[in-house]
């Protein structure tokens, strides 16, 4: 029993080592097509934070979209910027207006 006990706090220690945004790539990987697709985009995830770590303030935009970024969605306007890959389009018409 112990050693469950153990295991399960290993676990738990291992999943928090991630940063937000690592887990938001991770989660946007999970939504590849099949598996050679997911290995590669897992080690561009990889070695991108390692080129650029996160900022705090990046890490604050990445707790807020992981729970609304869902697959099913990520092909759609709504998906990509549920997702963090596209902003709303009232951002981007008024940064368009501003230019």
Known sequence: ?????VAA???LALTGCKSPCRRLSEKL????????AKTDCLQR???AEAA????AADDATCTALYEGCDCRLIDTPEGKV?????????????ADAGS
């Not at 650029?52 to 900022?55: A, D, E, R, V």
Request: with cysteine; glycine share 6%.
């Open 1 to 5: 029993m112990r050693l469950l006990v």
């Open 52 to 55: 650029n770590p996160p900022t």
């Open 9 to 11: 706090f290993s676990l």
């Open 45 to 47: 995830v990889g070695n």
């Open 29 to 36: 990987c999970d939504c590849s097509v099949n598996s050679l």
């Open 82 to 94: 549920r997702c963090g890959l596209a902003r709303p389009a009232v951002l981007s018409a008024a």
